[in-house]
């Protein structure tokens, strides 16, 4: 394993007019692990995710995904230097982003949401492409359901195709923004399980999630944001293990009466 | 009743107003992703100067428009002949509306569809072409039909540059048969017809396009 870290954060501010969002965030995710982001809503993981897939603009700070910077990058004398845009998309293509609200084009099956961009954007023959899309589909148990509209499809079923169709780019690094959370309890486990499966195959992923069993269980690290800030970091033990960080205690007492915490 | 014989002559004119109508929709449509795409970017020069030409083409009677080109053009050493007069008259004037209701659209396309597809690596152009214009036609389909219609009655206006369509025919036959009454109704009546044929086209259309809600 490399000592570069898959995703590193620097110093990160995002501020939407005079509402400071994210106060300096210092993160690294490790190749190959599942790090987990935590914590109540409005406490800007969601934001921080969103920062690193470069679809919000950070207001200050860094970010490099595999040592390549984002968007920003250090002058010579530390100051924040704008990269140019054709400098984006090729550290961009190597995060896939799985979105709460799916995100499937709804003009499209199932099929055509894993095979478009392999067309559009990678230059495969449509053929080609949909074969590909098909083996996709298939690790998501989702080749009978090929020919299906996603209104055709359950919230479920929905978000497995997103995950296969940011699979098929290929990406070194996966984001996924609180993937279960439009879901009801029977189909977020059949997403959860899908993640656990990916997260075996030693894909590196960044999970903003209220699925605190999963975190516990799958993350290799937890990573509890609170008012824009890192409160604590460490592994799944360091972070739910006693004694607890009190912020900790008052977030996961909210989970004792749903039985989630019973899982720690 | 007026006989078969200038009830065919309506219909051959109204081959006219149909073939008129279409190309100048087809174009109108085309110029309309244009110019709506200009609206909507993010470069100023561009945004104003598609507002506008949406300003003037739909602020300008299309009486005038087509007088103003069939009229004014030549003045400065430009022949305009007839048929192209009206196509550039119906087209233009269309295409301003047909941007104003696709802007509509475009508003409409969520925003995280987009996204998925910037984060699935898509150019600007692809973004527009495979995702927010297909949305934005089928959320819009139904306003489209009605501006189609809307256009293929305001083709009665083309007469005006010396096109024969269905109403300069209707007007010629009543002028020479004496029966106004009956051949306006007989032309009401073939207007009527292509507008059911039009709205038809348009559910069919929109069934094909009914993949669920956005």
């Known amino acids: 394993m490399s000592l570069t870290p898959a995703i590193r954060v ?56 595999d040592g390549e910077p984002l968007g920003f990058a250090a002058g010579p004398s530390g100051e924040r230097m704008r990269l140019p845009q054709s400098a984006i998309r090729p550290v961009r293509s190597r995060v896939g982003m799985v979105f709460q609200q799916f995100n499937l084009w709804p003009h499209m099956t199932a099929l055509g949401n894993v095979s478009e961009a392999l067309v559009i954007v990678r230059g495969m023959k449509r053929r080609d492409a949909e074969a590909r899309a098909m083996a996709e589909l298939e690790k998501v148990g989702l080749s009978g359901r090929a020919s299906h509209y996603p209104s055709e499809l359950s919230g479920g079923q929905q978000q497995r195709v997103a995950i296969a169709r940011a699979l098929a780019l290929e990406p070194r690094i996966m984001l996924f ?32 999630t209220h699925e605190i069993g999963f975190a516990a269980s799958v993350g290799a690290k937890i990573v509890f944001l609170d008012h824009g800030k890192l409160l604590v970091q460490g592994t799944p033990g360091e972070v739910f293990g006693k004694p607890r960080h009190p912020r900790i205690e008052q977030f996961l007492d909210t989970y004792l009466d749903r039985g989630a915490a019973t899982l720690l | 009743m007026i006989s078969w014989k200038l009830f065919s002559l309506l219909v051959y004119a109204a081959q006219w107003t149909v073939l008129y109508s279409a190309i100048s929709i087809s174009i109108g449509f085309v110029m309309s992703a244009g110019i709506c795409s200009a609206t909507l970017s993010r470069n100023r020069a561009l945004a104003f100067a598609g507002k506008l030409y949406v300003s003037f083409f739909r602020g300008v009677p299309l009486l005038v428009q087509l007088l103003l080109i069939y009229y004014l053009l030549p003045g400065v050493g430009l ?105 306006y109704t007989a032309a009401g009546f073939v207007y009527l017809v292509i507008n059911l044929v039009l709205v038809a086209l348009g559910y069919g259309l929109e069934k094909k396009l009914r993949w669920g809600r956005i």
């Open chain 1, 10 to 65: 620097r110093g990160l501010v995002k501020r939407f007019g005079q509402t400071t969002v994210l106060d300096g965030i210092d993160l690294d995710a490790g190749r190959g692990e599942v790090t987990c982001l935590i914590g109540p809503s409005g406490s800007g993981k969601s934001t921080l995710l969103r920062c690193i897939a470069f679809l919000e603009e950070a207001t200050d700070g860094f970010i490099e995904i």
């Open chain 1, 177 to 208: 923004d609180e993937p279960t959370s439009s879901l009801d309890p029977e189909l977020t486990g059949e997403v959860l399980n899908v993640m656990r499966d990916l997260a075996k195959t030693g894909m590196t992923m960044l999970v903003v």
């Open chain 2, 79 to 183: 022949d305009v002949p007839s048929h192209v007069a009206a196509i550039a008259g119906m087209a233009l004037c269309t295409s301003a509306y047909q941007a104003e209701i696709l802007r509509g659209g475009f508003a409409s396309v969520p925003r995280g569809l987009v996204e998925a597809a910037e984060m699935s690596g898509f150019s600007r152009l692809a973004i527009f072409r495979r995702i927010r214009m297909p949305i934005a036609v089928k959320l819009t389909m139904p306003a489209l039909i009605s501006e189609a219609i809307m256009m293929l009655k305001s083709s009665s206006l083309i007469s005006v540059v010396g096109v024969v369509e269905l109403t300069r025919m209707a007007q010629n036959l009543a002028a020479s048969t004496y029966k106004p009454m009956e051949i």
